[in-house]
């Protein structure tokens, strides 16, 4: 009785040992007192901000960014839930701001702001009218056009496990992943110049550890612990974003529809980055010259 008593307690031990060895791994989360923060810039934010700057802005309209995926959350969570944020295009204008390379202008709410102009020009007074005076809306150079296209779930599941006596581990994961499509229009012609589709995975990891053992003829012991995490879809669409207008300037680079303000700048590294993950090598593109659209 005395020896199976002394391995139930090094069972015990081992699987406490287990446990505070999985549970050491563990992030606290955030209190939920915590003040708002700014979202966290992405390794793509941070390359956007980063391209050589432009030889002229490029003014640019978007009008929407749809969701067109068509899926909705599975239940039970929500039978009306989309799968992805419905704010995408909010997210691309601050993409094409970040960017240095565009001027958005505002298009999607369009109808508001006349509104409030006017509302300016009937308040205004025979007095104010030498003073009041609103400017021409900028039009746009080129339009933004493009959507969320796909968002497929559980493109890679795995996981491996163990148990002995009572005491184990599991890991599991999935994969899901979202693709962005993203396209520049010529308002003059129609003409489309260029179109780039990028694809960021969600990554969700859960790790949990546990003990399942009678210690005693009438003495049962059970540990559980563990910790799951997944990726904010929402991030992933923005990262998604981003990625696409960074293509898109580059590949407008080497199409030549604008241009940069030093062309030293052609072999800076995050350009250089973003243009060998083209369709053509890097080495085959010529060095670009002044364009229409950023001259």
């Given at each position: ?15 406490a040992a287990l446990l505070l060895s999985a549970c050491a791994t563990l992030q606290e989360p955030a209190p ?264």
């Amino acid at each position: 009785m005395r020896a199976c008593r002394r391995i139930a307690a090094r069972l015990c031990a081992a699987g406490a040992a287990l446990l505070l060895s999985a549970c050491a791994t563990l992030q606290e989360p955030a209190p939920a007192d915590d003040n708002a923060q700014l979202t966290p810039a992405t390794r793509i934010t941070r390359d956007l901000v980063s391209l050589p700057p432009p030889k002229g802005k490029v003014v640019a309209a978007v009008y929407g960014f749809r969701d067109q995926t068509g899926q909705y959350k599975p239940s039970p969570d929500s039978s009306f839930s989309t799968l992805v944020t419905q704010g995408a295009a909010s997210m691309l204008v601050k993409a094409l701001k970040d960017s240095g390379w565009f001027t958005p202008v505002e298009r999607e709410n369009l109808q508001n702001l006349l509104t409030e102009r006017k509302i300016v020009r009937a308040l205004e007074t025979p007095q104010d009218k030498a003073v009041v005076n609103l400017p021409a809306l900028m039009p746009a150079t080129v339009l933004i056009e493009g959507g969320i296209v796909a968002y497929e779930t559980n493109v890679r599941t795995g996981g491996a496990g163990a148990r002995y006596l009572g005491v184990g581990a599991k890991t599991q994961y999935r994969v899901d992943q979202v693709t962005v499509v993203l396209r520049t229009v010529d308002i003059r012609s129609g003409q489309i110049l260029n179109s780039v589709s990028t694809t960021k995975t969600i990554y969700s990891h859960e790790l949990s550890t546990g003990v399942f053992r009678f210690v005693n003829f009438k003495e049962l012991l059970e540990l559980e612990g563990g910790y799951t995490r997944n990726e904010p879809s929402q991030l992933c669409v923005r990262e998604a974003i981003e990625a696409a207008v960074a293509h898109l300037i580059a590949q407008g680079l080497k199409d030549r529809v604008w241009a940069l303000r030093d062309e030293a700048d052609w072999y800076s590294p995050v350009l250089q980055t973003y243009l060998r993950q083209g369709e053509e090598p890097v080495g085959q593109a010529a060095a670009p010259r002044a364009g229409a659209a950023g001259s």
